[in-house]
Structure formats: C-alpha cells, structure tokens
C-alpha cells in the first residue's frame, strides 16, 4: 500500500506543479480549431441550402415555363379555329344566300358609290 500511497501523492504533486508553472493555456488553440470547425459548418450548410433553393427555383421556373406554352398552344389552335369560323361566315355565296333570305337583292348602279 505504500507504493501506491506515493504514487497518488506524486500524481497530486505534478498536478499541483504544472498548475503553478506559466504554460500557454492549450483551450486557446483548441478553442480556435473549434470556431473555425463551427464557421466551416455553418458556411457548408448555408451553401447547401442555397443551392437546393437554387434547384427549386430552377424546377419551378420550368414548370412555369411549360404551363405558359401550353397554355401558348391552346390559344393558338383557338386562333386557327375562329380564323376559319371567320371566313366560313364571312364567306360571299353564304351571305348572298342570307340576303336573299332576307328580302334583299344586288344594287343598282346608281347606288354604289365607290371610294377613292
């Protein structure tokens, strides 16, 4: 029991030693290691993040982009649509016919009036 006695007293004496001599704190550099392992972190998750937002901007974009062409499509084949309704009804031989429905008949001479 002796030996270990003096072992604990030794272990206590270094202790009590290293505590009275000037050493540089080591929790200095340890601390900065630590802070700039915290900034990297955060860097690489803000950098993460903004690009998955990045993605669904990009992704929303497209999806808007390809809505306003069919939509762009649609309006176009309603377009073609009532360009040829259009002529159907304003076609001479259907007006001709509707006139003569109506009670009407071609001008005379005298009342056309042609324009400069």
């Excluded at 505590?19 to 540089?24: F, W």
């Excluded at 290691?33 to 955060?42: I, W």
Aim: net charge positive; glycine share 4%; proline share 5%.
């Amino acid at each position: 029991m002796p030996a270990n006695l003096a072992l604990r007293l030794s272990a206590a004496g270094q202790i009590f030693i290293s505590k009275n001599r000037k050493v540089s704190h080591p929790w200095l550099w340890g601390r900065a290691v630590v802070a700039g392992l915290v900034l990297a972190t955060v860097g690489v998750l803000f950098t993460c993040m903004f690009l998955a937002w990045a993605d669904l901007q990009y992704i929303t974009q497209s999806y808007q982009i390809s809505q306003a062409q069919e939509t762009k499509k649609q309006f176009l084949d309603l377009n073609r649509k009532l360009r040829i309704e259009l002529s159907v009804l304003t076609a001479v031989p259907r007006l001709e016919k509707l006139a003569a429905q109506l009670g009407m008949e071609a001008p005379q001479p005298f009342q056309v009036v042609n324009l400069p």
